[in-house]
C-alpha cells in the first residue's frame, strides 16, 4: 500500500521560511516523478513542485518559481520541499504524492498559514 506522511509545517510570519518533509512507503521515490501538492481554502489542489525519479529533473508552478525548492534522499525514501520567502498566499495544506498522483494515496497533508 502507498502511503504518504508529510510534516513540518506551521504557522510562519512572512518572508520566512520552512521545510516539509514526506516519507513515503510502499513505493521507492528513486524511481517515480514525485510532487508537492497544496490546496487552499475554496480552491483546487494544485501542483506546485515536481522532481523526476532521477532528481535530474525538478519543475514549479510560476507562483512559487525562485522561492521554493524541491529535493529527495533516495536512501531515506523522503522528499522535501524548501520554502522560502513565504506569502500569505502561500497559506494551505500541503501534500506530497507521485506526480501525477494516485487518487488512493492522498495523506493528511500538513498546514502551513503565513501571517502575521
Known amino acids: 500500500q502507498v502511503q504518504f506522511v508529510e510534516s513540518g509545517g506551521g504557522l510562519v510570519q512572512p518572508g520566512g521560511s520552512l521545510r516539509l518533509s514526506c516519507a513515503a512507503s510502499?513505493?521507492?521515490?528513486?524511481?517515480?516523478?514525485m510532487g508537492w501538492y497544496r490546496q487552499a481554502p475554496g480552491k483546487q489542489r494544485e501542483l506546485v513542485a515536481y522532481i523526476s525519479g532521477s532528481g535530474s529533473t525538478t519543475n514549479y508552478a510560476d507562483s512559487v518559481k525562485g522561492r521554493f525548492t524541491i529535493s529527495k534522499d533516495n536512501a531515506k525514501n523522503l522528499v522535501y520541499l524548501e520554502m522560502n520567502s513565504l506569502k500569505p498566499a502561500d497559506t494551505a495544506v500541503y501534500y506530497c504524492?507521485?506526480?501525477?498522483?494516485?487518487?488512493?494515496?492522498w495523506g493528511q497533508g500538513t498546514q502551513v498559514t503565513v501571517s502575521s
Open positions: 504524492n507521485r506526480a501525477p498522483p494516485r487518487d488512493d494515496s
Open positions: 510502499g513505493i521507492i521515490v528513486s524511481i517515480f516523478g
